[in-house]
């Protein structure tokens, strides 16, 4: 019996081991388990990450890009209704996929010379406006360029533009300087998502002078400017993702 109770204490400490050798080896499965786990799930949010950026930049290339170039095409005229001209505008799609619904809305403002900022503040708030009024069907001005612009192929629109002398009455009289410039938002799709591409641009549109700087515009005694004397040029681009 004594023989039988020692090996039984030897069996238990043995079995009492290999439990606790088991347990250890659990122990160290769970903790390389949760280790494999966790660099599954970062590998898994870098994937995700990757993905989207591969995914932006998908649309990024693949979208429409549409600019806008302006061109003085009469001469300018100013009278008791204000600055009249007509502008060509070419809109052409510089992407890789077709721009749909595109409405451009150009204004005509102004700014003191040397106070250029004025003109950026009021080309916010037009893009803007322009682009809320199209987000609610309520943009019942500007001009429709059909339903789509393929890309290289440019649309030409000219068309009459006006600043009414009220705007401008504290410098309308001849001999004043002004420094007048063409607004423009044109909002197009297809946008992923809800919204509207915006781009924005400034013309300025100079007097005599340097071609190469910026020169305002003197008002003439008789009124007119011949469109000879009328150059533009580019002050700022803007394309938004809204």
């Known amino acids: 019996m004594e023989r039988w109770a020692f090996w039984m204490v030897i069996l238990s400490g043995v079995g009492v081991g290999v439990t606790a050798l088991g347990v250890f080896y659990v122990a160290l499965t769970l903790q390389e388990a949760r280790a494999t786990t966790r660099a599954a799930l970062r590998a898994a949010d870098e994937a995700g990450k990757t993905n989207d950026i591969t995914k932006r930049a998908f649309v990024s290339d693949q979208r429409p890009w549409v600019n806008v170039s302006v061109e003085i095409v009469s001469d300018v005229t100013f009278d008791e209704a204000g600055m009249r001209f007509k502008a060509r505008m070419t809109i052409i799609n510089a992407g890789k996929s077709p721009a749909t619904s595109v409405f451009i809305v150009p204004v005509v403002d102004f700014e003191e010379p040397e106070r250029f900022k004025d003109l950026t503040t009021k080309m916010m708030a037009h893009w803007t406006d322009a682009h809320n009024l199209r987000l609610l069907d309520n943009l019942t ?20 533009m006006e600043m009414k002398r009220g705007k401008f009455a504290a410098f309308s009289a001849p001999g004043s300087k002004i420094m007048p ?62």
């Open 141 to 160: 001005w500007g001009s429709r360029i059909g339903d789509a612009i393929f890309p290289n192929e440019p649309s030409i629109r000219t068309q009459s």
């Open 181 to 242: 410039a063409i607004l423009i938002a044109c909002t197009y799709g297809p946008k992923e998502g809800e919204g509207y591409y915006v781009t924005a641009k400034i013309f300025h549109i100079n007097g005599v002078g340097d071609p190469r700087k910026v020169n305002p515009i003197v008002i003439p005694e008789n009124g007119t400017i011949p469109q000879k004397e009328i150059s533009i040029s580019h002050a700022f681009s803007g394309a938004f993702v809204t």
